[in-house]
């Protein structure tokens, strides 16, 4: 069974940082892209990031410079860095995995950005 499993959403003021983690299970994750997406309720899903089996980055425009995606082999998980956070970025982040035509997803974690 699959499963991928997120971590570290909360409460944070404007300007600070937090570190999402999804852990994943049940698949080769090595051999995986993985990436997160971000989605308010009624709107429509936002890719924020992925990165390849290979390591490759790529970023949506609205969060360059401001956050970082990484990859854990070892211990099948990725990471989803975010600093200088900002109101607009309160969202339900969810990882996915996605290796040719199959895509795994997790239930998502909130994040807010108040003061």
Do not use: H
């Not at 698949?27 to 990031?49: C, D, H, N, T």
């Not at 082999?73 to 970025?89: G, I």
Request: hydrophobic share 35%; net charge positive.
């Amino acid at each position: 069974q699959v499963q991928l499993v997120e971590s570290g959403g909360g409460l944070v003021q404007p300007g600070g940082s937090l570190r999402l983690s999804c852990a994943a299970s049940g698949i080769i994750f090595s051999m995986y892209a993985m990436g997160w997406y971000r989605q308010a309720p009624g709107k429509q899903r936002e890719l924020v990031a992925v990165i390849s089996s290979g390591g490759k980055t790529n970023y949506a425009d609205s969060v360059k410079g401001r956050f970082t995606i990484s990859r854990d082999n070892a211990k099948n998980t990725v990471y989803l860095q975010m600093n200088s956070l900002k109101l607009e970025d309160t969202f339900v982040y969810s990882c996915y995995a996605r290796r040719s035509t199959t895509e795994y997803w997790g239930q998502g974690t909130r994040v807010t950005v108040s003061s």
